[in-house]
């Protein structure tokens, strides 16, 4: 009976996420936007990893830019698995890259780092990232990545600089 209900959640969260890929489930504008935004940015504290990834990840990806979207993005940023915390900060540097600026050197000093924090280095574009970056220039075993990581680094070469 509890794993038929755990079925039913997840079958319901994963519907409702797909609502929003598909463009069926408003999270702005509409009458039960709101209730939708706050619904996704609940799905971002879920005890499910998925959950948790793509609620960032789709959030990540909005326009919308309000004192609540960026909460729950910055408390992201403390999420336990790395790919949140990346698309987490995607998303911040999309909103406000100077905020993101401190968040991606921490990314970028790990031991690993996955794709959306090249994507984010990118768009905050400044040479306080180079030296965090470079690590990351040698072949890696995706192009993909070694791609991403090399236009990061041209964006902070040529972006600017922090006091």
């Known amino acids: 009976m509890i794993k038929l209900a755990h079925e039913r959640r997840l079958l319901s969260t994963f519907g409702f996420l797909n609502a929003i890929i598909g463009g069926d489930v408003s999270l702005a504008g509409g009458a039960s936007a709101n209730d939708n935004l706050r619904r996704l940015i609940a799905l971002m504290r879920d005890n499910e990893v998925a959950n948790r990834d793509w609620a960032t990840m789709l959030l990540s990806q909005q326009s919308i830019d309000t004192p609540e979207v960026r909460e729950a993005l910055l ?3 403390s999420d336990m698995e790395e790919i949140v915390r990346a698309e987490a900060l995607l998303g ?3 909103r406000d890259p100077e905020l993101a600026l401190p968040w991606a050197i921490v990314a970028l000093s790990g031991d690993s780092v996955s794709l959306p924090v090249f994507e984010a280095a990118t768009l ?6 180079v030296e965090h970056i470079r690590p990351w220039i040698e072949a890696s075993s995706g192009a993909w990545v070694d791609k991403f990581a090399r236009e990061a680094m041209k964006a902070c070469r040529s972006g600017k600089l922090t006091s």
Not at 124 to 129: Q, S
């Open 75 to 77: 408390n992201a940023m």
């Open 92 to 94: 911040l540097a999309q």
């Open 124 to 129: 905050i574009a400044d040479v306080a990232l």
